[in-house]
Structures are given as C-alpha cells and as structure tokens.
Nanobody, 126 residues
Framework: QVQLVESGGGLVQPGGSLRLSCAASGLTSDYGAIGWIRQAPGGKREGVSSISITDHSTYYADSVKGRFTISRDDAKNTTYLHLSSLKPEDTAVYYC???????????????????WGQGTQVTVSS
C-alpha cells in the first residue's frame, strides 16, 4: 500500500523560505513521478512541480519557477520542495502525490496523480 507523508509546513513571513518533505513508502516500480500540488482556500488545485523517480527530471509551474526547487533523495525515498521568496499568494495546503506513466508536465492536471498525502499547510503572512 502506497503511503505519502508530508511535513515541513508552517507560518513564514513574505520573502522567507521553507522546505517541505514527502516521505514515501510502498511505491511499486510503475510509479515514475512525484508531484507537489497546492490548494488555496476556496481555490482549485494547482500543480506546482514534479520530479521523475527514474532520472530526476523536473517541471515547474510558471507561478513558482525560479523560486521553488524540487529534489529527491532516493536512499530515503523522500522528495523535497524548497520554497523561497515566498509571497502571500503561496498560502495553501501543499500535497505530494505519486503517479504512474506520467510525463513531468502532467502535474498541470493533478487528477492524473492517483496517490496523495494528507497535505501540509503553508501560510505566508507578516
């Protein structure tokens, strides 16, 4: 059974940084992508970034490009999302998710990811 557990969220001031972690267990070899998706209050889900488990290729949404960095530690089966230069509009619940047979830009369609964590809250406010 696949399990994804996010951590690292919190309250941060505008311009600050956070690192989110996603620890995975039970992933079978047909899972090839880990993605980060966020949902602001009253908003729809937005795919933020994704990384390939096999070759670590990455994808970023335009809204976060240059500010967020996704990375992966294969030995720990953990995927990270480093958030920097945070803005109030980055406030959301951040979910990590695992998907099968996906290209990295598929994160633009979050429903294609079939296993999700419980989410971690990121609040950017002064």
């Amino acid at each position: 059974q696949v399990q994804l557990v996010e951590s690292g969220g919190g309250l941060v001031q505008p311009g600050g940084s956070l690192r989110l972690s996603c620890a995975a267990s039970g992933l079978t070899s047909d899972y090839g992508a880990i993605g980060w998706i966020r949902q602001a209050p009253g908003g729809k889900r937005e795919g933020v970034s994704s990384i390939s488990i096999t070759d670590h290729s990455t994808y970023y949404a335009d809204s976060v490009k240059g500010r967020f960095t996704i990375s992966r530690d294969d030995a720990k089966n953990t995927t990270y999302l480093h958030l920097s230069s945070l803005k109030p509009e980055d406030t959301a619940v951040y979910y990590c998710a695992a998907g099968k047979n996906l290209i990295m830009s598929s994160i633009r369609t979050p429903r294609l990811y079939d296993c999700w964590g419980q989410g971690t809250q990121v609040t950017v406010s002064s």
